[in-house]
T-cell receptor, first 114, second 110 residues
Framework: DTEVTQTPKHLVMGMTNKKSLKCEQH?????MYWYKQKAKKPPELMFV???????INESVPSRFSPECPNSSLLNLHLHALQPEDSALYLC?????????????FGPGTRLTVT | GQSLEQPSEVTAVEGAIVQINCTYQ??????LSWYQQHDGGAPTFLSY????GLEETGRFSSFLSRSDSYGYLLLQELQMKDSASYFC???????????FGTGTLLAVQP
């Protein structure tokens, strides 16, 4: 199974809402990533978890809060977002952080902030 | 800092060969990856070069020259389904994160 799943596929939220994005992989990978992608732009790294510990935070605003409950799951908690946060949010995994060059991506959550 | 430059768009016809170039500037370099992303889809890993030279995977080949900070993706026998965005990406620096290039939109025409 080389699949990374993400829910929900689409999310519309107001600026005062709290919501969560979920990501799951069952490949036994020990590194997991959150990316943000705007239209016609490359994915931008937000967070990296390695062995369930946050190893990289790319200076992401605190209204985005990641969580890694176990080695298969990755959440991204959203609160008080801004319209400019509307984007495709991609989750990815790799077998380890040192093999970051080969990542498996989920289909993404398309987020619209109104 | 790190930067990776690619042509923004490339157009080719079915059955042809196309080369997508990538030049990079990084502080620390481990290797160059290539990803394909169809419109509305997820990026998919295509290839990785850590050493100089050509790596071949079916219709796709990837080349790296570390001394020139340059690589390319070569797509042969183009098919309509190859129409997608292609990203080069580097790993390196103080952390093993993946930094993506600007992306090349490939349009394959009949």
């Amino acid at each position: 199974d080389t699949e990374v799943t993400q829910t929900p596929k689409h999310l519309v939220m107001g600026m005062t809402n709290k919501k969560s994005l979920k990501c799951e992989q069952h490949m036994g990978h020990r590194a997991m990533y959150w990316y943000k992608q705007k239209a016609k732009k490359p994915p931008e790294l937000m967070f990296v978890y390695s062995y369930e510990k946050l190893s990289i935070n790319e200076s992401v605003p605190s209204r985005f809060s990641p969580e890694c409950p176990n080695s298969s799951l990755l959440n991204l908690h959203l609160h008080a977002l801004q319209p400019e946060d509307s984007a495709l949010y991609l989750c990815a995994s790799s077998s380890t952080g040192t093999l970051a060059y080969e990542q498996y991506f989920g289909p993404g959550t398309r987020l619209t902030v109104t | 800092g790190q930067s990776l430059e690619q042509p923004s768009e490339v157009t080719a016809v079915e059955g042809a060969i196309v080369q997508i170039n990538c030049t990079y500037q990084t502080s620390g370099f481990y290797g160059l990856s290539w990803y394909q992303q169809h419109d509305g889809g997820a990026p998919t890993f295509l290839s990785y070069n850590a050493l100089d030279g050509l790596e071949e995977t079916g219709r796709f080949s990837s080349f790296l020259s570390r001394s020139d900070s340059y690589g390319y993706l070569l797509l042969q026998e183009l098919q309509m389904k190859d129409s997608a965005s292609y990203f080069c990406a580097v790993t390196g620096g103080a952390t093993n994160k993946l930094i993506f290039g600007t992306g090349t939109l490939l349009a394959v025409q009949p």
